[in-house]
């Protein structure tokens, strides 16, 4: 009696209810070999590709079978598929003593037995390409090495199923921020997509973002291949105030196939702090009008610390901008007299030395 219908609380007592069945049929005990067989008949399935340790579901009555073949009938080994520019290239070992082997395809799942799906491959060969194929759809190939010498296929002849399929580049992701048309966008915004997802349950191997002054991105400005993020912030000096820009994104797997860009989006940057250019040293005046020039080391900081750590920020740029409409009516009273000067660079050469711990 078990308090769970599905899961691992209910696939133990249905493997070890297999194994029962394959050891009373066989009269083996050895659990090694016990195992080997279950895992040999499972039913392949493509939605637990690289989810369990077989990508497929129990099967008792394969299992039974390939346990009851007789030990020379092997299975065929390293079986691969792979996209090229005339087909899926098909490769495989034949193991020695298989008369032929005998290849199924389908597009929804891996045929589980010899007569599912189409027959596109019965030879002696180690390769074969499939040509009939059409991009963008998977395929789903399954290979038997058969032991016989009738032309009517025997059933106690045919070893244990190996399979291969199609890699799927990930499904393509969504913008989320900037919501599209956004305005007011800061300089150093947050991007943000949705999640990864691999039809094949590949890993995330990487991210690609863009941005570009036009919808085509025939004039990207920002181009950057990050690790397997869902979210970036766009680094300063990027963007420019008052610019309407177009942002996407994509995903690639494990296996180095990238999904398709997500559908820009638009975001228009926010506008320049009043004042900006003006009263001296880009928006710095006091410490301009203190020190004399826009260029002295001392401005620079303030302008940096300005630059790297305010105008990033919703509070900073607050304060930036209260900075830029009060502070020029002082700045011009600072620069006109000499003590003020003096007093003013003795207060602000400390705080430099302060904030630049910060830059």
């Not at 305005?183 to 999640?195: C, I, N, R």
């Not at 900075?323 to 602000?348: M, Q, T």
């Amino acid at each position: 009696e078990y308090g769970y219908k599905s899961g691992t609380s209910m696939a133990t007592p249905f493997v070890a209810g297999v194994a029962g069945l394959i050891s009373s049929l066989t009269e083996e005990t050895d659990a090694v070999k016990l195992k080997k067989w279950i895992l040999q008949g499972i039913t392949r399935l493509p939605q637990w590709t690289n989810l369990t340790t077989t990508g497929g579901r129990l099967n008792a009555d394969e299992a039974l079978r390939v346990a009851s073949l007789p030990a020379y009938i092997l299975p065929v080994e390293n079986f691969t598929a792979e996209r090229t520019s005339s087909g899926v290239f098909l490769q495989w070992n034949k193991p020695s003593g298989a008369t032929y082997v005998m290849i199924r395809r389908s597009v929804d799942t891996f045929p589980s037995r010899w007569d599912e799906g189409e027959i596109i491959y019965t030879g002696t060969g180690n390769s074969f390409t499939d040509e009939d194929v059409t991009e963008g759809i998977p395929y789903y190939y399954t290979i038997w090495a058969y032991y016989g010498s009738t032309l009517e296929i025997e059933e106690d002849k045919i070893s244990a199923a190996s399979y291969a399929y199609t890699n799927s580049p990930p499904y393509r992701p969504e913008c989320i921020l900037p919501e599209d048309g956004a305005v007011d966008v800061s300089l150093t915004p947050l991007l943000k997509a949705t999640g990864f997802v691999d039809p094949d349950n590949d890993k995330h191997n990487a991210s690609q973002w863009q941005i570009a002054r036009d919808s085509s991105f025939s004039s990207i400005v920002w181009d950057s291949i990050s690790s397997p993020v869902t979210e970036i912030t766009v680094p300063l000096r990027k963007l420019s105030y008052s610019t309407k820009y177009y942002w996407r994104v994509r995903y690639q797997d494990e296996k180095g196939l990238w999904s398709e860009w997500a559908i820009s989006w638009s975001f228009t940057t926010e506008e320049a702090p009043s004042g900006g250019g003006g009263g001296g040293g880009g928006g710095c005046f006091i410490a301009t009008a203190a020190f004399g020039s826009p260029f002295e080391r001392h401005v620079q900081v303030f302008r940096e610390f300005r630059d790297r750590r305010l105008l990033t920020n919703r509070p900073g740029r607050a304060f930036v901008r209260w900075y830029y409409k009060h502070s020029p009516e002082y700045a011009n009273i600072i620069k006109r007299r000499h003590f003020l000067k003096l007093a003013v660079r003795i207060v602000l050469v400390p705080i430099s030395i302060i904030i630049r711990l910060f830059i």
